[in-house]
């Protein structure tokens, strides 16, 4: 069950809904919404939304969907504007060690070279990360018997390989991220699966919007003929 944020257009989940009051808060403009108009009772004690039934799920902005002899490709850039700012921050940290291990080797000074090493990995994950974001793509494909999401050039992220007579459904779920937003909140990501005809669940793939989430989804569906 869910409805459309009318102001920022998310996704808002029944989590985030109070049935009591008809209300439900937007994780990401922090918008009231009045749930009735948007919400039906489909069933005694349960409700259904009416709002975009039957409406297939939009693109998500900067993504691309190719159906190449009656295959199906969906990928996405992982630059945001925002990484601009991982970018000098990366530069100022990275300069500063730069200048560090400089006079430390100058003056031979062991302890010097050993104190800073902390600050050292976490140079080299930052600034690994920063250039994987200006530089990689991730590919969600489905081609002859395999589903396979491959994240590339730089290594990050385990590609997945899937054989489709495997598999019976892709579900969505919610899961934590460790970054937080300037006011406090929790940044969710959430995660699409594949689920084998056995009951196990292979993760595919983490995006930043239940929107993506559910794009993902109803395309994969589609394309695999999963009901």
């Given at each position: 069950m869910y409805v459309d944020c009318e102001k920022c257009e998310q996704r808002i989940?029944?989590?985030?809904?109070?049935?009591?009051?008809?209300?439900?808060?937007?994780?990401?403009?922090?918008?009231?919404?009045?749930?009735?108009?948007?919400?039906?009772?489909?069933a005694p004690g349960a409700m259904i939304s009416v709002q975009g039934k039957g409406s297939p799920a939009p693109i998500p902005p900067g993504w691309t969907v190719l159906h190449p002899r009656g295959e199906l490709e969906i990928s996405y850039h992982w630059f945001e504007p925002r990484n601009i700012l991982l970018l000098f921050?990366?530069?100022?940290?990275?300069?500063?060690?730069?200048?560090?291990?400089?006079?430390?080797f100058q003056k031979g000074d062991l302890l010097l070279l050993i104190f800073p090493?902390?600050?050292l990995a976490v140079g080299v994950f930052l600034t690994y990360y920063m250039i994987s974001t200006f530089l990689n793509r991730t590919v969600i494909k489905v081609k002859g018997r395999e589903l396979s999401v491959t994240h590339g050039p730089m290594p990050c992220f385990r590609n997945r390989k899937c054989i489709i007579h495997d598999?019976?459904?892709?579900?969505?779920h919610e899961t934590a991220s460790y970054f937080t937003s300037k006011s406090g909140r929790r940044s969710i990501m959430y995660q699409v699966d594949a689920v084998k005809t056995d009951g196990q669940s292979i993760p595919l793939l983490q995006v930043k919007s239940d929107n993506q989430a559910a794009f993902v989804k109803e395309k994969l569906k589609k394309q695999l003929a999963l009901s």
């Open positions: 989940r029944s989590s985030d809904m109070n049935l009591d009051n008809m209300v439900a808060k937007c994780r990401n403009c922090d918008a009231l919404i009045d749930l009735r108009g948007h919400l039906v009772k489909d921050f990366c530069v100022g940290w990275d300069s500063g060690l730069v200048f560090w291990y400089s006079q430390a090493i902390a600050h598999l019976r459904d892709i579900n969505v």
